[in-house]
């Protein structure tokens, strides 16, 4: 699977060192587009009315506040709005939901639950029933609205977790109206409270390629199948969409490891505010970490648009990472650290830089905190962002933190993969 590593909003200006072509181009073409495109044509199913109140909540603000989210709309979505979307679709009916961090419009339908995701999913509506009592939790069928509710779930619980992991509170982000002083002696933590960002997180879930692709154009002036990752720079918030459809999301636990993933390289872009980017071993290794967390089987390369040769499932990811350090295959970090864009990455990077991120984290929680520290929010002496000079912090901080030079990563790191990992 590949997603794209554009990250601009129509019309603005992208907060990144380099511009790939193809955004530019969207820029010179997004007023024809708009002209030209139409909204897509409901299937009979969506046609006609359909109930406007969540059968779990009753669009109670009450209730909803008590399971932390905050409405059903309308809000801002995108660079427009939740009724703008809902207006442009016509009568494809799409759901909406604001929780404490993210605003998620989702369009997945029913969905019927197979034994061996039962046990997942069960847990899950367990923890949406203590605070929305009307919710069955031992259900097979979810409705366009239990799926949404448990999206919702995830996204939070991520967050939750990316805070934990990072060792922060919500209180260590400034409100978004106070202006960074760089003489306070305090460490810049980004220009807002989510995470560093100004704005809610936008989580896009489309069930049909039309509807994908139309909001797409609409928004971000591009056309495309694959998962979406864009940062709207006026609103500072983060994008992430994806067609449910697409290639090897066959599955709700294949959707939600896709989720994972991509939030987890939202989340990551965003703490301390997207400003430029991190090395791309880092990141893609972050993504690939938390989406196996939620399934190893599934597997989400980030990468350009284009065909995909890389292996479409993430099993035997061990094995198969042992098996290129007793062959000296693996790529170094010093090798890793010199590719910046995803498409540099084969498919035994993958598995090096998840191998690598994760021995990381294991290592040392705190020291992977204060590593990410070191390379985000990064200032100069007037308090602005500082993308320059990053590959030699990165391996200043690798020594200051955890002790390693480059080589002496190398040698733990591999030590730790022939001691640990499976032979098959």
Not at 4 to 20: D, H, I, K, N, Q
Not at 335 to 350: G, I, P, V, Y
Not at 356 to 362: A, E, N, Q, R
Request: proline residues 5%; charged residues 25%.
């Amino acid at each position: 699977m590949e997603v794209p590593t554009l990250r601009l909003e129509a019309g603005e200006t992208v907060a990144r060192s380099t511009m790939p072509l193809l955004p530019l181009l969207s820029l010179l073409l997004l007023p024809a587009v708009l002209l030209a495109s139409a909204p897509p044509s409901a299937p009979p199913s969506a046609m006609g009315a359909q109930e406007k109140v969540c059968p779990w909540c009753k669009n109670d603000l009450v209730a909803l506040k008590t399971a932390g989210l905050v409405s059903h709309g309308p809000f801002i979505f995108g660079v427009a709005t939740s009724d703008k979307v809902a207006e442009r679709l016509g009568d494809v009916r799409v759901y909406f939901l604001e929780s404490a961090h993210l605003r998620i419009a989702s369009m997945l339908g029913e969905y019927t639950v197979p034994d061996k995701e039962a046990k997942k999913i069960r847990a899950e509506l367990k923890e949406l029933k203590a605070a929305l009592p009307r919710i069955d939790d031992r259900t097979r069928r979810l409705d366009p609205w239990l799926r949404l509710h448990i999206a919702a779930l995830r996204a939070e619980k991520q967050y939750a977790a990316f805070l934990d992991l990072l060792g922060k509170k919500e209180s260590d982000f400034p409100d978004g109206e106070t202006v960074y002083d760089p003489g306070s002696g305090k460490p810049y933590m980004g220009e807002g409270p989510y995470l560093g960002e100004k704005d809610k997180y936008d989580l896009y879930l489309a069930e049909t390629l039309a509807t994908y692709q139309d909001l797409l154009v609409q928004h971000y002036g591009v056309t495309t199948k694959k998962p979406q990752r864009w940062n709207s720079i006026k609103r500072g918030a983060m994008f992430f969409g994806l067609w449910s459809k697409e290639e090897n999301l066959n599955s709700d636990t294949a959707i939600h490891a896709c989720l994972a993933h991509n939030l987890g390289h939202n989340y990551l872009d965003g703490y301390r505010y997207y400003a430029y980017d991190l090395p791309v071993w880092l990141t893609e290794g972050f993504g690939h970490w938390w989406q196996r967390a939620i399934d190893i089987e599934y597997v989400n390369y980030c990468n350009i648009e284009g065909t995909n040769p890389l292996k479409q499932t993430g099993a035997g990811w061990q094995a198969d990472t042992r098996r290129l350090v007793m062959r000296d295959r693996a790529a170094p970090l010093a090798e890793l650290t010199r590719k910046n864009s995803f498409a540099e990455l084969d498919q035994n990077d993958h598995l090096v830089v998840w191998s690598k991120v994760d021995f990381l984290i294991g290592t040392d929680r705190k020291k992977f905190a204060a590593f990410i520290d070191r390379l985000k929010g990064r200032t100069d002496t007037e308090g602005f962002t500082l993308s320059r000079g990053l590959p030699e912090a990165q391996r200043e901080a690798l020594k200051e933190i955890y002790g390693w030079s480059y080589p002496e990563f190398e040698e733990a790191w591999k030590a730790h993969v022939l001691a640990t990992y499976a032979t098959q």
